[in-house]
């Protein structure tokens, strides 16, 4: 793989993964971040970070002065469900805006491929399980409004300019990176995965199992973990079919778990009692999330490699094991 590709939000946790992979295959990569939720040392060595906000239009041109991009990458946004339930408009103006500043340079530096960080949370109310790409579109919060705007803005932008776009609407990303160069560390941490581990260590309190009233055999909710390795790999997938057309796909195994499983295959990769509590629901959660991924498969034969939770949990310990303070 060659030439330079730019990555926004490469400081994060799939971006971090993704500059990983860009590497590992030969390409040069430029991260901009502005390291408000990622964190400097999760730029992988050989990357060149440039810092700053992309929706700022000065900072994006500097951006694209690094280029040519043979493509971009759109990590760069605000991700908490329940945060933008809070602060709606800040979620919908802000990530709406870093999408548009940088599409827009796209469009005046002729870079026509353009990959978005979608999400399952898209699909508040799903008429089938597992979910696939016919599903109708009905955000489950601002966020999820925020990315459904992100999937329209590339519509017009291929339709008008030329721009392809992919629209991957990640599942519950999870894991860590097989080699063990890069892991999961957000601040706060809200994410079922890297809480159970933290406290299966006694490095945290006790987990709050978010209810157990739910309509699903043990009454806990529901979801499809993918490897965030296995995320990263359907990124460079498709930039092949955007040469000549946009895609949409949904990223998950098309299995799921619950909340009490993740703990179970916790306890059983560790070794160590998860200490827990039963607490009340928590607003906004669906009982069940699962992805039908079979286009992606069918059309460009992706799979997930890491798709047993026990993988994926274990990779997710020996990171956190190995960095048990994260990024420092
Ligand atoms: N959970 C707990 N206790 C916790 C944390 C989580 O019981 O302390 C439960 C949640 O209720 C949920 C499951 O564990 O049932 C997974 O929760 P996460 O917070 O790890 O993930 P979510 O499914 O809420 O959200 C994730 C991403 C979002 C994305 C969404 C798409 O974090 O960005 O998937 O469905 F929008």
């Known amino acids: 793989m060659s030439g330079r590709y730019l990555v926004t939000g490469g400081a994060g946790f799939v971006g971090s993964h993704l500059v990983l992979a860009l590497l590992r295959a030969g390409a040069s990569v430029t991260v901009l971040d502005d390291l408000t939720t990622g964190h400097e ?33 759109h990590f760069a946004s605000l ?24 599409v827009q340079a796209c469009v005046t530096h002729g870079v026509n491929r353009v990959v978005i960080s979608s999400t399952a949370n898209l699909f508040a109310e799903p008429e089938r399980m597992p ?10 919060s601002p966020y999820g409004e925020s990315k459904a705007m992100l999937e329209r803005l590339l519509y017009w932008a291929d339709r ?12 519950n990303a999870a894991g860590a990176d097989p080699e063990g160069e890069a892991g999961e560390d957000h601040r706060p941490e ?15 309190d006790p987990l709050t199992v978010f209810g157990d009233d739910y309509p699903t055999p043990d009454g806990t ?6 490897h965030v390795a296995d995320l990263a790999a359907a990124h460079l997938a498709v930039l092949e079919p955007l040469r000549s057309r946009s895609v949409r796909y ?15 295959a916790s306890e059983q990769v560790t070794g160590l009692k998860v200490p827990y509590t039963i607490g009340k629901r928590r607003e906004g959660d ?22 047993d939770l026990a993988t994926i949990v274990g990779h997710a310990w020996a990171w956190r094991q190995a960095h048990p303070k994260g990024y420092g």
């Open 41 to 73: 040392a999760a730029v992988p060595e050989g990357a060149r970070l440039l810092r700053g906000s992309v929706a700022d239009a000065g900072t994006v041109e500097r951006a694209f002065a690094d280029g040519p991009y043979e493509a971009v990458f």
């Open 79 to 102: 991700t908490l469900v329940g945060e933008s339930m809070r602060e709606p408009v800040r979620y919908m103006a802000e990530n709406f805006a870093g999408a548009a500043t940088l």
């Open 131 to 140: 979910i696939d790409e016919d599903e109708a579109v009905i955000p489950g």
């Open 160 to 171: 008008i300019h030329g721009v392809r776009g992919a629209c991957l609407r990640y599942f």
């Open 190 to 204: 809200t994410h079922l995965i890297p809480i159970v581990l933290d406290a299966a260590a006694g490095r945290r």
């Open 221 to 226: 909710c529901i979801r499809d973990y993918i």
């Open 250 to 264: 949904n990223l998950g195994t098309g299995k799921g778990h619950s909340v009490r499983e993740v703990i179970a």
């Open 286 to 307: 669906p009982a069940v999330l699962v992805a039908a991924s079979r286009r992606i498969t069918d059309e460009l034969g992706w799979r997930p490699r890491y798709a």
